[in-house]
Every structure is written in structure tokens, then in C-alpha cells.
Nanobody, 114 residues
Framework: QVQLVESGGGLVQPGGSLRLSCATS????????MGWYRQAPGKQRELVAR???????NYLDSVKGRFTISRDNTKSTVYLQMSSLKPEDTAVYYC????????WGQGTQVTVSS
């Protein structure tokens, strides 16, 4: 059974930081590229960052220089370090293999507001 458990979200002021974690089970984590996605109210889900099995990363233009994706294959966990957060980063954040196979976790809410 596949499980994707995101955590680390919360309410943060503009300019603040958060570190998201996604613990996975039931997938062959070490051979999967992984991605962080987000969905804001009334918008489609979008890919924020992805990391290959070799650690090569790609980012959505709007988060480049502010977000960093990383992975720990020994823990089957992927992380998203977010800094210099902006109100437009407010969304529910999800992780999934890349490309997304169609299953999702419950997500973690990130709200950036003063």
C-alpha cells in the first residue's frame, strides 16, 4: 500500500521559512524521481520542484533561489526547504513521484500571511 505523508506546513509571516517533509512507503523510493507540488484555492495543482534519483533538481521559476528540494533515500523521505516565503506561496503542498502516478497524500497546508 502506497503512503505519502506530508508534514511541516503552517502559518508563517512573509519572509519566513518552513521545511516540509514527505515520508513515503510502498514505493521504490530510491529509483523514483520525486516532486513537490502545490495547489492554491481555485487553481490547478502545479509542480514546484523535482529531484531525480541522482539528485538533479529543477524548480518552478517563481521559487528558484528560495526553495530547495532534497531527498534521503535511507529514510524514503523527500524534503522542501522554503525560505523568503511570499503570500502567493500559500497552498496545500503535496509530494509524489515524478511524473505523478495519480496517487496523492493528504498534503500539508502552507499559509503565508501577516
Amino acid at each position: 500500500q502506497v503512503q505519502l505523508v506530508e508534514s511541516g506546513g503552517g502559518l508563517v509571516q512573509p519572509g519566513g521559512s518552513l521545511r516540509l517533509s514527505c515520508a513515503t512507503s510502498g514505493i521504490r523510493f530510491s529509483i523514483n524521481a520525486m516532486g513537490w507540488y502545490r495547489q492554491a484555492p481555485g487553481k490547478q495543482r502545479e509542480l514546484v520542484a523535482r529531484i531525480t534519483t541522482y539528485g538533479v533538481t529543477n524548480y518552478l521559476d517563481s521559487v528558484k533561489g528560495r526553495f530547495t528540494i532534497s531527498r534521503d533515500n535511507t529514510k524514503s523521505t523527500v524534503y522542501l526547504q522554503m525560505s523568503s516565503l511570499k503570500p502567493e506561496d500559500t497552498a496545500v503542498y503535496y509530494c509524489s513521484p515524478f511524473p505523478p502516478p495519480g496517487y496523492w497524500g493528504q498534503g500539508t497546508q502552507v499559509t503565508v500571511s501577516s
